[in-house]
């Protein structure tokens, strides 16, 4: 039995048999993820191939978090890039000296504080308001970024960024194998945090905050741990963006990025397990594969997102759902 | 002292420019519950229409009519799409709040693509006109802002007060479901709004166009001005959203002239986490506005 096993308390009773058989429902995104990774590593792709697989994976890595937070508890934040920015220029400034443990810790530690110190004086705040206050944060992190010389090298951004070196593979090759290794582990406490107490009072708070209240639940505890989770999810993929890109400005983690980032658990279809990595195929992939229509590509991913938002607010998965049963059972408005 | 004078009435003059965005964040907001996050890019689609009509040699009126005119036309269209999952049964509020965010990227790329990523200035009509103050001399334009912000300010008050209209909306805005049941069609009343918000945010785009170049890429900024403005007013009522747009617009004047454009543009978005951490239902809302959790 797992440790993640053993947080969950809702049935303490249960079988080691119907554990066993839970573990490895939680463990199939993850083996399947890390299998696919190494069949397409095997299939020795080219260097422009490689590289958007490696985006997709790291944007995949901070759409779990995102996908907990809107799946699971229905916050939407705008401001997941500034995580990714604490995870970038720590990395950046700290992988050549202290060491990668450091730089990933100090990534990780950062973006905790700011996500639990933002989380107890912005998230107690309903929906939109919240909305609006991660896109005031997001604006303003865009701007310490930019104005911040000593730290961020403003504008001008970092060069020269050291990638973690897995021995026999290229500077791609190593972050490919670590970003599909750590969405494959995200993957797995995804899952095993849906099944969890923890997860499940997210899940009731987002659909029934009276009801949740009701249970003993606290609303604000439960989507200060989504927060958090998702600030951690970001700051890692942040190191990761800037080992792919051996540099770091902040036009990697401006308002864009955070919007890319909640649109992508919404067009895999949000709370669903494959969200993060199909949305991260089709709004990070896409755009790559689609370089020649130039601006036209923009103008497209708008008018899927609000397609989506409006139409389809189930996502890929609904979408998917809709075409096996053939249309047969459509149900509008039915909220997924 | 003059020169601060001068630092107030600019501020007045930008401030009355982020009322009018705000002013449309507050009718969307009311009568339909979406925080429309394409507002700033509305604002700029009007601004562009009409630099474009201004440098094809029309008149500062036709620029104005024609901005108008796009916007209102674009926030019908948008308007109608937006009530078909309003008029579900069950709907995802938080999802199509994302819509309207896909809204401003395709509404950017658009902008980008139609008018090109040059940054427009819009000839004020004021232009060359100027109010001494001692040594200093504040162009024209910034009082007719304010003049044009207080004009809008009044139709629409109007509007929501005197027409048959408005007071369909404001029932829509004071319980949705109860306005359902006594026949109000919601499907009019959600386009009907977004017209609305379309051309205030027109006749703030043409009118800020004089005093800012604009381009597609200045939507954000004038999205997150709109929007602490709104927030400042507790984003549910408009008169809120006069005083919180002529509070920032001051604000940023005076950082901008004693202290650095840095802080100018940290002003919008501080203020606005600040009220939100405060008073979440803004300076002038009552308390029961918004539910905390």
Known sequence: ?336 | MNQLLYFLLIGIGIGAVYSLGALGVVTLFTGSGIVNFAQGDLMVLGALCAATVLNAGHGYLWGMVVGVLVTGVVGAVLGGMFAIPLTRARYDIDVVVIGTLGVSITITSLNALVFGDRPERIASPLAGRFLSIGQFKVPMHYPLLLAVAVLVFLTVRWLYRHTDLGILLRATAASTQTAKDSGVRMAVMLAASWVVAGVVAAVAGVMVGSIVVISPHSSLTLGVNGFAAAIVGGLASPFGAIIGGLTIGVAESLSSGYLSDTARQAIAPTVLLVVLMLRPQGLLGSRSSVRTV
């Open chain 1, 1 to 336: 039995m797992t440790a993640a096993g053993d947080i969950i308390t809702p049935d303490a009773g249960a079988s080691s048999k119907t554990m066993a058989r839970r573990t490895w429902r939680w463990l199939q995104p993850a083996m399947l993820i890390a299998a696919g990774g190494f069949v397409l590593y095997g299939m020795r792709p080219d260097n422009f191939a490689l590289r958007v697989m490696t985006l997709i994976a790291v944007y995949a890595v901070a759409s779990v978090g995102m996908n907990v937070l809107v799946g699971f508890t229905g916050a939407v934040s705008i401001m997941n890039a500034a995580f990714l920015g604490i995870g970038g220029y720590s990395w950046a400034r700290l992988a050549d000296g202290p060491g990668a443990i450091a730089a990933l810790g100090a990534g990780i530690g950062i973006s905790l504080c700011i996500a639990l110190a933002v989380g107890v004086l912005v998230l107690r705040l309903e929906r939109f308001y919240f909305a609006v206050g991660t896109l005031a944060l997001g604006t303003l992190a865009t701007l310490t970024m930019r104005k911040w010389n000593g730290v961020t090298g403003g504008d001008a951004g970092m060069i020269g960024v050291r990638a973690i070196g897995v021995p026999s593979a290229s500077r791609i090759e190593s972050v490919f194998i670590v970003a599909v290794l750590a969405l494959a582990l995200f993957s797995y406490i995804q899952e095993s945090m849906r099944h969890s107490a923890l997860g499940k009072s997210m899940l009731v708070c987002r659909h029934d905050q009276a009801a949740g209240a009701g249970l003993g639940i606290s609303v604000r505890a439960s989507r200060l741990a989504a927060f958090a989770f998702s600030a951690v999810t970001g700051s890692i993929a942040g190191a990761l963006v800037v080992q792919l890109a051996g540099s770091a400005f902040p036009e990697q983690f401006d308002v864009g990025t955070s919007i890319s980032l909640i649109v992508i658990p919404i067009v895999g279809g949000r709370g669903w397990r494959w969200a993060p990595i199909a949305g991260a195929i089709v709004v990070i992939g896409g755009p790559e594969y689609f370089r020649f229509l130039a601006e036209y590509r923009l103008v497209a991913y708008g008018v899927l997102v609000t397609g989506l938002a409006l139409f389809a607010p189930g996502g890929l998965r609904e979408i998917a759902h809709l075409l096996v049963t053939g249309f047969r059972r459509i149900r509008p408005g039915r909220v997924r």
